[in-house]
Structure formats: structure tokens, C-alpha cells
């Protein structure tokens, strides 16, 4: 972890955070959440900054659910890609061992 704290605006408030991620990760977390902050306040005209922070939340866990999900639906078509190539290869070899010498 970094020795130093790295201030980040959030919603009008300093926090001091430290990170082993460094400064400019932090800026662009800080940076997300304000945006997300903003299009809940747009989207809903509220002005109670709980709440408003809660709804960020609650977009972000979304979006990160929908990532994951996403993410793991890849993972399964590799692993299914993967096997079915390994099958191919390993087929192709057993022919060419069956093969009749010329």
C-alpha cells in the first residue's frame, strides 16, 4: 500500500485514500463515481446526497453484475472453443498414427 494518501473529490467532499493502486487509479474511480453521481441526479432530480449515493451504488453494482456475468459467459464459450480444438488435434493425430505406411 502507498505511503501517502491521495485526496479524491467525491460529490463536493475531500477523502484522503491510500491505495496501492496509485493516484491516477484512484482520480479515475473518484472520476466514475462522480459521473455515475451526475446521471443519477439527472435522471431522477434528486438533491438528498444519500440518496443520490446510494443510487450510484446500486448503478455501479449493476453494471459490475452485467460485466461479471458477461465475463463468465466468455470464459464458458473459450472453454467449450478450447475443447472442442483439442478434440480436432487430437483426433487429426490418432489419424495420421492409423495411416498405412507408403
Known amino acids: 500500500m502507498a505511503d501517502n494518501a491521495t ?3 467525491i460529490a463536493g467532499r475531500i477523502y484522503q485514500i491510500k491505495a496501492k493502486e496509485g493516484e491516477e487509479y484512484l482520480q479515475n474511480l473518484a472520476r466514475m463515481v462522480n459521473e455515475r453521481m451526475s446521471e443519477v441526479v439527472k435522471a431522477t432530480k434528486a438533491v438528498d446526497s444519500l440518496r443520490i449515493a446510494d443510487m450510484a451504488c446500486l448503478n455501479l453494482a449493476d453494471a459490475y453484475c452485467k460485466m ?3 465475463y463468465e ?3 464458458q464459450e473459450l472453454e467449450l ?5 483439442k478434440d480436432l488435434i487430437d483426433n487429426a493425430l ?3 498414427n492409423t495411416l498405412p505406411d507408403s
Open 7 to 9: 485526496p479524491v473529490d
Open 68 to 70: 461479471k456475468a458477461d
Open 73 to 75: 459467459r466468455q470464459i
Open 81 to 85: 472453443e478450447r475443447s472442442r480444438l
Open 94 to 96: 490418432n489419424n495420421k
